[in-house]
């Protein structure tokens, strides 16, 4: 909504060999671990 807002934020990094993976693949994945990380609630997830 056009506002500068403090906000919880994680940085992701990953390294691939080019010659193995292309960065459609990896993309695809850093967004599924993305997406998987927005999913995290106290009731779905069983840390301990």
Do not use: P
């Amino acid at each position: 909504n056009d506002m500068i807002a403090i906000r919880s934020m994680v940085n992701l990094c990953i390294s691939i060999d080019h010659r193995i993976l292309d960065g459609l693949q990896t993309g695809k994945f850093m967004n599924h671990i993305k997406q998987r990380i927005e999913q995290y609630t106290l009731e779905n997830t069983n840390i301990y």
